[in-house]
Every structure is written in structure tokens, then in C-alpha cells.
């Protein structure tokens, strides 16, 4: 009921969200704090019921592989890993003393869906996914100085497994295919774990006091894990973007004016980024300086986007692309009442490109010389 609850919520989220495309394998890794829920402990018949406290321990997360398919769905395979301290034995009035480890590790097989909100910086996603992970107890200890509630246990269960989770992701525009993530899990492990107890007594004044067996099994339920990690994500084979190609050599200074065909210039911009780089800056000068040699009847500015990204975001970006070339040929000497511009977002491509794809000849302006 649990497990099909938080898929319902999961896939409602994702029906109302956009996605943000990641295309082609990529490998990640992950590292943090895990918290273990209460664990309720029975024992046997003769020996009361009670809690397990555990103190907050660590986690890791490696996902060997995984793969988006470019519609912002990503499926991914990995291996991860729990540790938690016993720290308090709770179910008795007498004062007891609590000790040992327990380690949940195993295989998991993630569905995950990333979603574009409209922002560069982050991106958040959700997914969820099931799984296999074994339970090892080490040294699990419980004694009382004073009543006969003595036990230690060990061993490894194994049973299915279940996990959703909530994450971010943040692009490092400067690594291409790099992101950081930071996320929320919610795991469990289905079903009754089972233990060996190694002994389950004490001696009291008058002798062994016995409470129903030496050796046998001790059962626990509601193992729930809460864990934050924070880690890196690489997309693979992401290629460097390739240098914009050269503009259209300005005409020879001198040269008498004539009219001629429209004259178009091309500067092109980093992703996300709407500022000028020392080779855009020097595009545009060339644009002005043959503005002036030319017959003109006006300069069209026009800015475009990729297809990264939402629709509504591209269409401001383009402008603020428009705006800052705009700006920098008034700089250079052109008066702006000959100026217009305009941003077409992610129209007009120059490269045609699934959506999603970040292709650094689609992120420019165009200088129209008419």
C-alpha cells in the first residue's frame, strides 16, 4: 500500500511537470546520512516486545550506469549502502545498555524523471525504484544490570527492497555533462527481518533466569530509512562545444558605398549566458564599422536560443541577447533610433537538434544589414 501510494503521488507530480531532456548514458555517485526509524523487536513469547533506537549513520549511493532518453525520463541501475549504530533498546521500564551495527546494502533499479521549471541553475527530479538489499546485524546487543532482559543477535536477511526519492540538480556550465545533485530517499526493506539470537537471560540472585530460549530467532519489522545525499553527476561522451564559425570578413575601409545585399553577422553566446565575449565584441565592431560603408536603411538585431530549456524562458533570453549586441553597436557608434530588435527564442535553428540537445551554434544573434 505504501510502496503504491508514493508511485501514484509520483506519477501525478510528473504529468503536471516539463521535462528537462538528459540524453545518452551518464554515471553518478552519492554520499551522506542515513537515518533508521524505530525498529519493533519481538523476541518470543516470554520476552517482552520493544524498540530498537538507532543512532543517525551514513550512506552511499553508486549508480554504475544509467541512461536518459531525452524526454526527461532516465532509468539507472545501482548499488548502495546503509550504516546505523544500535544506540537505546526502549520497551522496558529497567535501565538496559544497547550496542552493535546494523548494514543494509544491495542492488536497486531506479525510474527516474527529471522536470524543467524554467530556471538554468536547478533542476529538480523524482523517481522511484525497487530492488534487492540484504540486512546484516553485527554485534547486536541488549543487557539489563538489573532484570533478565539480556540478548545478542547476528546474521543477514534478505528480502525485496523499495525506494522513491526527491532530488536537484545543478549544471556546472563549465564541465559540460557535470551536475551536482542533492536528494531525499525514502528506502525499506519488505517484510519481517529474522535473526539469530545467540542467547536470551540473565543470571539473578537466585540463579539463571531463563526467558524462553538460549538460542533461536528474534524478528524485527519497520525497518524505514530516511537518507540526504549530496553527489555528482557525468553525462558521458558530451562533446566540447566546437568554435563558432568565422563571420562574414568586413568590406574594405574606402570603399565607395553601393547598394548591396542584406549583410548578416553572426555572434554567438556561451550557454545560458546573454554577456558578450572579447571575440563577439569584436564581431559587432565589424558590424558597425560596415554600417557605416554600406547603404542602410536599418540593422535587424536578432536573438535566438537552443532547444535546452523551456520555451518561455528562451523566448526572454533571446531578447537579453538582442538587448546586450544592441548595446555594444551603440557603443561602437551606431545610433540606436536605426536599430531594432527582436527575440525569436528557440526558433530558426541553425543546427537542427532534438529538444533539449545544448548546440552552441543555435545560442547567437544575428546583425542584419539592410
Not at 548499488?79 to 546505523?84: A, L, P, S
Not at 528506502?187 to 519481517?192: K, L, P, R, Y
Not at 528562451?314 to 557608434?333: F, I, M, P, T
Request: some cysteine.
Amino acid at each position: 500500500m505504501r510502496l503504491a501510494l508514493t508511485a501514484s503521488a509520483l506519477t501525478a507530480i510528473a504529468c503536471a511537470a516539463s521535462a528537462q531532456p538528459v540524453t545518452g548514458p551518464y554515471i553518478s555517485l552519492g554520499g551522506g546520512a542515513n537515518l533508521l526509524q524505530d525498529e519493533t523487536l519481538k523476541l518470543n513469547d516470554a520476552f517482552p516486545a520493544g524498540k530498537l533506537r538507532f543512532d543517525t549513520g551514513g550512506a552511499a549511493g553508486v549508480t554504475a550506469i544509467g541512461y536518459g532518453f531525452g524526454n526527461g525520463f532516465r532509468v539507472e541501475a545501482e548499488g548502495d549502502w546503509r550504516y546505523n549504530g544500535l544506540r537505546q533498546y526502549l520497551g522496558t521500564n529497567f535501565p538496559t545498555h544497547a550496542g552493535g551495527e546494523q548494514l543494509n546494502y544491495g542492488g536497486m533499479l531506479n525510474g527516474v524523471f527529471d522536470m524543467d521549471i524554467g530556471s538554468p541553475w536547478v533542476y529538480p527530479y523524482i523517481g522511484i525504484g525497487a530492488g534487492y538489499s540484504y540486512t546484516n546485524w553485527t554485534h547486536i546487543q541488549v543487557a539489563s544490570p538489573v532484570a533478565p532482559y539480556d540478548f545478542s543477535a547476528g546474521g543477514t536477511h534478505a528480502n525485496i527492497a523499495y525506494q522513491a526519492m526527491f532530488g536537484l540538480s545543478f549544471p556546472v556550465s563549465f564541465v559540460p555533462g557535470l551536475a551536482l545533485t542533492a536528494e531525499y530517499r525514502f528506502f525499506s526493506v519488505i517484510g519481517d527481518g529474522q535473526y539469530n539470537a545467540i542467547s536470551a537471560g540473565a543470571e539473578g540472585p537466585s540463579g539463571p533466569k531463563p526467558f524462553g530460549f538460549a538460542s533461536g530467532r528474534v524478528e524485527t519489522s519497520t525497518d524505514y530509512n530516511h537518507t540526504v545525499m549530496l553527489g555528482l553527476r557525468y553525462a558521458l561522451w558530451t562533446p566540447a562545444p566546437p568554435p563558432p564559425p568565422a563571420a562574414e570578413a568586413a568590406p574594405v575601409a574606402g570603399a565607395p558605398p553601393a547598394p548591396t545585399p542584406s549583410r548578416t553577422y553572426l555572434v554567438f553566446f556561451d550557454w545560458d549566458r546573454a554577456d558578450l565575449s572579447a571575440r563577439a565584441r569584436q564581431i559587432v565592431a565589424e558590424a558597425a564599422q560596415a554600417s557605416t560603408h554600406i547603404q542602410t536603411t536599418r540593422i535587424e538585431v536578432n536573438g535566438y536560443t537552443d532547444l535546452s530549456g523551456t520555451a518561455a524562458y528562451n523566448q526572454k533570453l533571446s531578447v537579453r541577447r538582442a538587448q546586450s549586441v544592441e548595446a555594444e553597436l551603440v557603443r561602437d557608434g551606431v545610433s540606436r533610433g536605426e536599430i531594432s530588435i527582436h527575440g525569436y527564442g528557440e526558433a530558426d535553428p541553425l543546427v537542427q537538434t532534438a529538444p533539449g540537445v545544448r548546440e552552441p551554434q543555435n545560442r547567437r544573434v544575428e546583425i542584419v544589414l539592410k
